[in-house]
């Protein structure tokens, strides 16, 4: 019988020569889910040997990682800003890039939003983050593909946030009801451009909806619509907070400025302008 050890070691090298990257954490992850276990968990025992019916359980997984599908759907869960989060190909994989998206909108609001609005949702990750940072707020979620939204739906309802969140379906303001106004409104819409998703991770290209990835030849289409269309929905002193592309702030400026917006580009830990704030 083989052990955590030798799995271990074998898994690693098999990670490795599939160009997996994190062989190391991932190997950790994949073994102690399959085994029901915390990954720190493997420490304690390493030379605990493994039976045939729990080889038999890591196999797939280790097959499907191999194969660059992202880990998060082979788990089937991510963490986003301390929330735990079901996630699978029916949406984006939530990145920890937009978590300083919510960090940045709690620094920059003087009082908490009473009326929030996520657009293009996802798996509902910034609604459901600012809906638990902000108690009191009505938060509204809209995405394009039904499928998001049912998985939006459902991790509100395993967060027990299903009564404050209101999901519609279609593109970007349409659904919304005339007159509907919000002291917040966010987005981390699609913003590759057609080349960048040429050149993108096989997890990224192979598995993830690439209708939440790329926004025409600059990456900019979407982001000229919302912008294009925001101040009519936003209240009065309300926020429009982005993630873009590093290289769009010079037009998203133009853009903002175009449509009576005042813009203002954030940078993210890394020090890339990737946030862009707005206001009327």
């Known amino acids: 019988m083989l052990t955590v050890r030798e799995i271990k070691a074998r898994t690693e090298t098999f990670f490795s020569q599939k160009g997996v ?4 954490l ?3 992850i994949l073994i102690a889910h399959s085994l029901g276990l915390k990954r720190l968990d493997l420490y ?7 039976t045939e019916a729990q080889l038999e359980a890591l196999r797939p997984l280790v097959k499907r990682r191999a194969s660059r599908e992202p880990l998060q759907y082979i788990i089937g869960t991510t963490e986003f800003y301390g929330l735990t989060l079901k996630v699978d190909p029916r949406a984006l994989i939530p990145r920890h890039e937009t978590e300083e998206l919510v960090d940045h909108i709690v620094e920059r609001l003087a009082a908490p939003p009473p009326r929030i609005l996520d ?4 798996s ?6 600012l809906a638990s940072k902000f108690p009191d707020a009505d938060v509204t979620a809209i995405d394009q593909s039904g499928e998001a939204l049912a998985l939006a739906a459902e991790n509100a309802e395993a967060l027990g946030l299903a009564e404050r969140l209101t999901v519609l379906q279609g593109d970007w303001f349409a659904p919304l009801p005339e007159g509907s106004q919000f002291d917040l409104i966010v987005a981390n819409p699609p913003y590759l451009t057609e080349a960048e998703m040429q ?17 025409g030849r600059d990456g900019l289409d979407d982001l000229h619509r919302i912008l294009g269309a925001a101040k009519d929905y936003l209240a009065e002193g309300g926020l429009l907070a982005l993630e873009t592309g590093i290289a769009q702030h010079a037009a998203l400026k133009q853009l903002a400025q175009d449509n009576g917006l005042s813009g203002e580009s954030l940078e993210d830990l890394s020090g890339r302008s990737r946030f862009f704030f707005a206001i009327s």
């Open 21 to 24: 990257p994190n062989e190391k």
């Open 199 to 215: 050149t993108a991770a096989p997890e990224v290209v192979g598995h993830e909806p690439a209708e939440a990835l790329v926004s």
């Open 26 to 28: 991932d190997t950790d």
């Open 44 to 50: 304690l025992d390493m030379d605990r040997p493994l």
């Open 119 to 122: 657009l293009g949702t996802g």
């Open 124 to 129: 509902g990750a910034l609604a459901l983050a």
